[in-house]
């Protein structure tokens, strides 16, 4: 984490930067997620991840619905998005609302 990061918590309310998108690359067979001259090749659970951030639920709930969804640990789910979404923050890929 870099000094100018935020730190992301559970209550951390987040989306999207601006000109940051989910794109289906078709060449290389993948999604990635694009921003202003930089990429990141993500995977299905990080892709559940971005579309989730929607700017309204905070990360907790976030990852109490995918809990419930995938009937796992929300401790450990919630590790896993808090985790990536501060680091979608160092990259400055997202927003945060509140």
């Given amino acids: 984490m870099t000094a100018d990061a935020p730190v992301i918590s559970g209550s951390s309310v987040v989306k999207l930067a601006r000109g940051v998108r989910l794109h289906e690359d078709?060449?290389?067979g993948q999604t990635v997620l694009l921003a202003p001259?930089?990429?990141m090749a993500v995977d299905d659970i990080a892709v559940a991840i971005v579309q989730a951030l929607d700017g309204e639920r905070n990360l907790d709930r976030i990852a109490a619905d995918f809990a419930e969804k995938f009937d796992a640990p929300v401790e450990e789910i919630a590790?896993?998005?808090?985790t990536f979404v501060q680091e979608l923050s160092v990259r400055r890929m997202l927003e945060i609302v509140q």
């Avoid at 590790?79 to 808090?82: L, Q, S």
């Fill in 37 to 39: 001259e930089r990429a």
């Fill in 79 to 82: 590790e896993d998005v808090r």
């Fill in 26 to 28: 078709p060449v290389r």
